[in-house]
């Protein structure tokens, strides 16, 4: 969501661009709801309520939002955490051995 720095976003442009709905409640989408406490919809609120990362260019008046995370946690950044796997001999290997070299990491989950 491209937001124009003001404020507050107006209620009807935050459910047209991400589905939530400001109720009585607080946001809601679905069958979640999140406490607001009455606060205007800032940025920073939604971005703190919803686990949505927020860049905002102050030179240019502009900030963007989104998308949510569903664990409530975002990524901030695009480093890769700080991992310690077996490597094929059962050995532990960490990709911080890696830095500073491309890599490709796949994962595969049975669920």
């Known amino acids: 969501m491209l937001i124009e720095r003001t404020d507050a976003i107006e209620p009807n442009e935050l459910l047209a661009h991400t589905g939530w709905e400001l109720k ?17 919809l800032t940025p920073e609120l939604l971005s703190e309520k919803l686990g949505m990362a927020l860049v905002t ?14 664990l409530g946690g975002v990524l901030l950044d ?23 070299t491309r890599f490709v990491m796949v994962a595969w989950a049975s669920w």
């Open 57 to 70: 260019d102050e030179e240019s008046g502009v900030s963007a939002l989104g998308p949510e995370s569903g």
């Open 24 to 40: 009585p409640e607080g946001l809601c989408k679905a069958d979640r709801c999140v406490p607001t406490g009455g606060a205007s």
């Open 78 to 100: 695009a480093r890769m955490p700080d991992l310690e796997l077996p490597d094929r001999h059962g050995r532990p290997f960490s990709l911080r051995s890696l830095r500073g």
